[in-house]
């Protein structure tokens, strides 16, 4: 589905496409595992209660699970996903949820956001935007952030001289660096193999937008 959507010049087509076909005729979403990723929870158990309070946005939510997850850390959440299939499954799975869920487009998103929170979680959509779109997206992501905010990314990573291979595109390091000359400072850069099989190498940042 990715493959045609970005041989037609639409590279974010397909994410709609897929949530319709979720279920017929064995097609699945490979990201919806139904569970809080990871390598947020990990992060969130590192930093205790430092997210109480917050307002959170959380970038392409998917199905829903990291929303819920800062929701239970005490942000108040707004979570948003490209496709209105995501969301609707996101209402219909947490029925009396306080997380706002919302159909946007990264690219077109409201300009009451902007720095509008004070934590910004991306995990894995930076990951399945062509080269192009990344770059387009770095600054539309700080820009979310209020004065102090944290914005944390999960990707998966790869050096400069590896092959990205298949999507999703591992992001390497000075692909990363395009956050810092958008007024953030790196606080964190973990670079880890973790523990799927196969293992795949993951990067963890956090970065901080600089005080008003
Ligand atoms: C690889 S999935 C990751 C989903 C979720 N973060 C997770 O880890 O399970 C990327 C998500 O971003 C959404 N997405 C893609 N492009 C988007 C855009 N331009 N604006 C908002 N959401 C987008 C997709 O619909 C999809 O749900």
């Given at each position: 589905l990715a493959k045609l959507s970005l041989e037609q010049g639409d590279p974010?087509g397909w ?115 062509p ?82």
């Open positions: 974010l994410f709609e496409v897929l949530y319709q076909e979720n279920g017929t005729e064995g097609t699945v979403i490979p990201w919806a595992d139904h569970v809080p990723n990871p390598h947020l929870v990990e992060w969130a158990r590192k930093n205790p209660g430092t997210l109480v309070g917050k307002k959170a946005l959380k970038i392409g939510c998917g199905l829903g699970d990291d929303a819920e997850y800062l929701e239970q850390l005490g942000c108040l959440v707004t979570a948003f996903d490209i496709a209105p299939t995501a969301i609707a499954e996101c209402r219909k799975r947490f029925p009396d949820s306080s997380v706002r869920y919302e159909v946007q487009d990264l690219f077109q998103s409201p300009s009451a956001w902007t720095a509008g929170f004070d934590f910004v979680l991306e995990s894995y959509t930076l990951q399945v935007f080269p192009d779109l990344r770059r387009q997206a770095i600054p539309i992501l700080s820009g979310y952030l209020a004065p102090s905010g944290t914005l944390l990314v999960v990707c998966r990573g790869r050096e400069e001289n590896q092959e990205p291979g298949g999507m999703p595109w591992p992001l390497t390091r000075p692909e990363l660096n395009a956050f810092l000359q958008t007024g953030l400072q790196e606080i964190a850069f973990e670079d880890y193999i973790d523990h799927e099989n196969p293992p795949v190498r993951r990067f963890r940042v956090q970065y901080e937008k600089e005080k008003a």
